[in-house]
């Protein structure tokens, strides 16, 4: 008997008709994978493709991607689902959180695409508090001393305010004490934290660059987009939709809305920054929004996307 023939009689080489139901048992698994998954993977896959092909590292990208799928899991685990949120289907509530999403998009759009553009009694707005930061704090303290104060402004201050005024509660916007709160942020910190060590004890950064980057992205980065994705546009979303659409919204607006500095940051090359801004802040943006999630609660994010922000810093000093 010849070794093929044993191996087909093992079973060990599976028959024309076999074959073909696995591959049918697999179409029938992708088409009953949710809607958001299905739009999450195919935008990953294809700005993950086209960075390839026009020779960009993607190497970052997929450790990135796992990172997030570990810590993904690891958080459905050790968190419990979250309390249902009741959703608003018509009447004088739907238009009230109707208003308040209105009013977060426009905020999104401002501070990104028209981020260089004059907008009345907005710019004025922010400029106040970017001249205070300027008056306030040093170079040697953080990175721009005008955002310092006037990124907090447009991601927090004034869209908090706003929402309140149109009836948003504060408790629902993610500034409560949270669920299992401390336990996510050894899950998710745990790994910048070590590395951002690695770099301090290799003499790579000193401790004052460090710092630096820490308060920068404490101040510029960090909290206010928290806020304003997750604890303003996600809570909204939540209301309207189901939470794998709610994440999947925010994530995707969250990629958007780095667009035009991933793409200042590739030479001008608008293709290339948004399949970035989709590959690293959309993968970014679901993480976030997760910890968000189930944490009911913003300090988990925050901490995660201030030591994530603090290496990027670092490694462009």
């Known amino acids: 008997m010849s070794a093929l023939s044993s191996i087909r009689q093992t079973g060990n080489v599976p028959s024309v008709g076999e074959t073909l139901s696995g591959r049918a048992q697999w179409v029938r698994h992708l088409r009953a994978m949710h809607g958001t998954t299905q739009l999450l993977g195919g935008a990953w896959l294809g700005a993950m ?52 999403l209105a009013v977060i998009l426009g905020i999104i759009f401002m501070t990104s695409f028209a981020a260089n553009s004059y907008v009345p009694l907005w710019s004025e707005a922010v400029d106040i508090f970017r001249g205070m930061g300027k008056a306030y704090f040093s170079p040697l303290l953080v990175n721009d001393p005008a955002a310092a104060l006037g990124n907090p402004a447009a991601y927090f201050f ?7 005024l149109l009836g948003a509660r504060w408790s629902e916007l993610g500034m409560g004490g949270g669920h299992r709160v401390g336990q996510m942020m050894i899950v998710w910190g745990a790994l910048p934290a070590t590395l951002l060590f690695l770099v301090l004890w ?116």
Do not use: C
């Open 158 to 164: 004034i869209p908090a305010l706003l929402l309140v």
């Open 49 to 100: 493709l086209y960075l390839a092909i026009a020779g960009y590292a993607i190497f970052g990208l997929l450790l990135l991607a796992l990172g997030v799928l570990v810590g993904a899991l690891l958080t459905l685990i050790l968190t419990n689902a979250p309390p249902k949120v009741g959703r608003v289907v018509m009447g004088m509530p739907r238009n009230r959180i109707l208003m308040q």
């Open 202 to 317: 290799s003499g790579a950064a000193t401790p004052l660059l460090l710092a630096r980057s820490l308060l920068t992205s404490a101040l510029i980065y960090g909290f206010g987009a928290e806020f304003l994705f997750r604890g303003a546009l996600q809570t909204r979303l939540l209301r309207l939709m189901n939470s794998r659409w709610a994440l999947a919204t925010q994530a995707l607006l969250f990629a958007l809305w780095h667009v035009p500095s991933s793409t200042a940051a590739l030479n001008g090359d608008l293709l290339a920054g948004a399949a970035f801004a989709i590959a690293h802040y959309g993968v970014l943006g679901v993480a976030l929004g997760v910890i968000a999630l189930r944490t009911r609660s913003l300090w988990a994010g925050t901490a995660f996307a201030i030591l994530i922000s603090a290496l990027s810093l670092i490694s462009a000093a």
